[in-house]
Structures are given as C-alpha cells and as structure tokens.
C-alpha cells in the first residue's frame, strides 16, 4: 500500500518562504502525475500544484509565480517551495497523484501564514 509522508510545514510571517516535502513508499514519483493539495479551514481540499509525469507543471492562479513544485527522483521526494506567503496559504498541505489522489492521504503539514 502506498504510504504518503509530508513534512516541513510551520509559523512563517506574511511574505517569508518555507519548502514542504513528501516522501512515499510503494509509489515512485518519476513515473505518476502528482501534485499538492491544500486544505484551509472550513474549505474543501484544491489542487494548488500538479507536477505532470512528463514534466508538465501547472499552478493554481493563486500561487503562480510564487509556489515552485519539484522533485527529486533519486529520493523519491516531492518538494513545494513557497514564497511571498500570504495568509490565504494558510491550510494543511498534502501530497497524492494528481488531479485525481488514487491513494490513502498522508497526515498532511499544518503550514500558517500570520499577517
């Protein structure tokens, strides 16, 4: 069964960065279309970043320019790193193929943006 792992979330001001990672087992990244997913309060979960299998990327409107997703294939790690944070990034963050997650979702990163 593929297990999903994200980490790297925190407290971060308005306007800083942070870079979250998901590693997963039973899956390897280079070969599935996979994105991040964040859920913010009382909302229900979007698709904030999709890296493509054949290296197409795509942005939710919001984050373009400011989100980067990558990876890592050697470490079967998925990366998003975040800048000029604002305070609707706030949510939990989560990594699954995309656009349609086909596995069991991972804890998540609780990632807040203070204004």
């Known amino acids: 069964q593929v297990q999903l792992v994200e980490s790297g979330g925190g407290l971060v001001q308005a306007g800083g960065s942070l870079r979250i990672s998901c590693s997963a087992t039973g899956m390897l990244f280079k070969f599935n279309s996979v994105g991040w997913f964040r859920q913010a309060p009382g909302k229900q979960r979007e698709l904030v970043a999709r890296?493509?299998?054949?290296?197409?990327?795509r942005y939710l409107d919001s984050v373009k320019g400011r989100f980067t997703i990558s990876s890592d294939y050697s470490k079967n790690t998925l990366y998003l790193q975040m800048n000029s944070l604002k305070s609707e990034d706030t949510g939990v963050y989560y990594c699954n193929t995309a656009p349609g997650p086909q596995h069991p979702w991972g804890p998540g990163t609780q990632v807040t943006v203070s204004s």
């Open positions: 890296l493509h299998d054949a290296g197409i990327i």
